[in-house]
């Protein structure tokens, strides 16, 4: 069975959109209507459905509450305020249909691709803290430079008498950032 994807932008690839202000409508028809149809194809799949029906009611408020309409009497400060409403909706609407997209489109279930998201997002993380100056890459490579000038005739002198002075909270801490490095030459 062919498994069935969602495309953000099908309404643009359908033809739509010939008139300026029927724009917002059929992105919002579109998104509905896809996810409608991934809903009913898509039995057995919690996860996968509750994106997509998360998708449907964000449509749905969007089109209920969104007036694109313009006035002739200039700007009505509640049309301006219902646009500005309707556009940030339009925006967290397109980025919740690209992470469905991303979902439908790959062989991983929803909870696979969210587990794989948080990991990379928590590495990225973790990375920028140790990378950050005065984070454990930065000591490590501190204490590792005044080691290789050969002052010291043993690692545990030199980790001993420059922990404090590098940053590191403890003697074992620099110890450790002083493992498997070369002798002085």
């Known amino acids: 069975m062919k498994k069935t994807e969602f495309e953000p932008f099908q309404w643009a690839k359908d033809g739509y959109c010939e008139a300026p202000l029927e724009n917002p409508d059929d992105l919002l028809k579109s998104c509905g ?7 009913e194809e898509s039995e057995g799949n919690e996860a ?30 509640d049309l301006a305020k219902s646009a500005r409403e309707s556009l940030v909706r339009m925006y967290i609407l397109g980025t919740q249909a690209t992470r469905l997209a991303l979902i439908t489109s790959s062989n991983d279930s929803g909870k696979e691709f969210e587990r794989k998201l ?6 990225k993380a973790v990375n920028a803290r140790h990378n950050k100056p005065g984070g454990s890459r930065d000591l490590k490579e501190k204490i590792r430079s005044i080691w290789a000038t050969g002052k010291y005739s043993s690692r ?14 403890s003697f074992s801490a620099a110890r450790k950032a002083l493992r498997n490095t070369k002798d002085p030459s």
């Open 33 to 39: 209507r896809q996810a409608e149809k991934i809903i």
């Open 156 to 169: 545990d002198i030199c980790a001993e008498e420059e922990w404090a002075a590098v940053g590191y909270k």
């Open 118 to 123: 948080i990991s990379e997002l928590a590495r």
């Open 48 to 77: 996968l459905q509750e994106d997509a029906l998360a998708i449907m009611n964000m449509v749905a408020t969007t089109f209920l509450e969104s007036r694109w309409a313009d006035t002739d009497s200039g700007i009505d400060p």
